[in-house]
């Protein structure tokens, strides 16, 4: 079955076009490197929760958009070896296509499907 990779960032919404830029280039570098699909999303109804909520894991801030996205891979195997060849192409370096967010406030994980509907 396939594996995938999910995260939730706080991205401040002014940086929404350099978000979708940076995006754009990973997505380009994740299916290269083998992803079967890369799915970035912009939140418009992400409610603050009294428990917990994509809000909450994030810290989020006034000014900020909670983005959600997901990779889909054929095997964790593939994984592995597209998320090392991804940490080491030129192309993710900060000074060419910098992160417009905060990377430590970003949650994500990689799962093993267990229902693909």
């Known amino acids: 079955m396939s594996y995938v990779d ?4 706080a991205v401040p919404t002014a940086n929404r076009e350099q978000y ?9 570098i994740f299916k ?7 799915v970035e999303c912009w ?9 917990t909520s994509f809000p909450m894991s994030v810290k989020l801030k006034d000014g900020e958009t909670v983005a959600f996205g997901w ?3 054929p095997d964790k195997d593939t994984r592995n070896a597209g998320m ?11 000074d ?5 967010f905060d990377g430590q406030r970003m949650v994500y994980g990689g799962f093993e499907v267990l229902l693909q509907a």
């Open 96 to 100: 060419v296509n910098p992160m417009p």
């Open 71 to 73: 990779i889909i891979w």
């Open 84 to 94: 090392d060849k991804m940490m080491q192409d030129p192309r993710m370096k900060p």
């Open 20 to 28: 979708i830029k940076h995006a754009k280039v990973a997505a380009s």
């Open 6 to 9: 999910g995260f939730i960032a």
């Open 32 to 38: 290269e490197n083998g992803a079967l699909s890369v």
């Open 43 to 51: 939140g418009e109804d992400v409610p603050e929760g009294k428990v």
